[in-house]
């Protein structure tokens, strides 16, 4: 009997669904509670999750964008009279401020979509 790779594929595929759907109709007999690793209570929301997502993100980028600015600063003082790696300055600069609006911004705009959806 001759099977071509996409026939093996396809048997491959709805076996792998058959299997997906017997774990599932298993694991509904069995009902375990899982917790949220970020809240050590286990009682968190979606907005509490969130909230702390950005808050550790916000920490990760605010060194970052210090960094770029400086870097940026670096790169038009050192450029003298070269327009190009000044102008590369500049660019690192408005990426610096583009990433600090983002970062401002974040905060707002969870507040914004939590205060529609009522999840506070």
């Given at each position: 009997m001759?099977?071509?790779?996409?026939?093996?594929?396809?048997?491959?595929?709805?076996?792998?669904?058959?299997?997906?759907?017997?774990?599932?109709?298993?694991?509904?007999?069995?009902?375990?509670?899982?917790?949220?690793?970020?809240?050590?209570?286990?009682?968190?929301?979606?907005?509490?999750?969130l909230?702390?997502?950005?808050?550790?993100?916000?920490?990760?980028?605010?060194?970052?964008?210090?960094i770029?600015?400086?870097?940026?600063?670096?790169?038009?003082?050192?450029?003298?009279?070269?327009?190009?790696k000044?102008?590369?300055?500049?660019?690192?600069?408005?990426?610096?401020?583009?990433?600090?609006?983002?970062?401002?911004?974040?905060?707002?705009?969870?507040?914004?979509?939590?205060?529609?959806?009522?999840?506070?």
């Amino acid at each position: 009997m001759y099977f071509s790779i996409k026939n093996k594929a396809r048997s491959i595929y709805i076996l792998f669904i058959f299997l997906f759907l017997g774990a599932l109709s298993v694991g509904a007999q069995n009902v375990t509670m899982l917790t949220n690793p970020l809240d050590p209570n286990g009682t968190g929301t979606l907005s509490d999750l969130l909230s702390k997502i950005i808050s550790y993100l916000t920490m990760i980028s605010i060194p970052i964008i210090t960094i770029m600015a400086l870097y940026g600063g670096f790169q038009m003082l050192v450029a003298q009279d070269n327009a190009t790696k000044f102008e590369n300055g500049v660019k690192t600069l408005k990426h610096a401020a583009l990433g600090a609006a983002v970062v401002i911004v974040a905060d707002g705009v969870l507040y914004v979509v939590q205060s529609i959806l009522s999840l506070t």
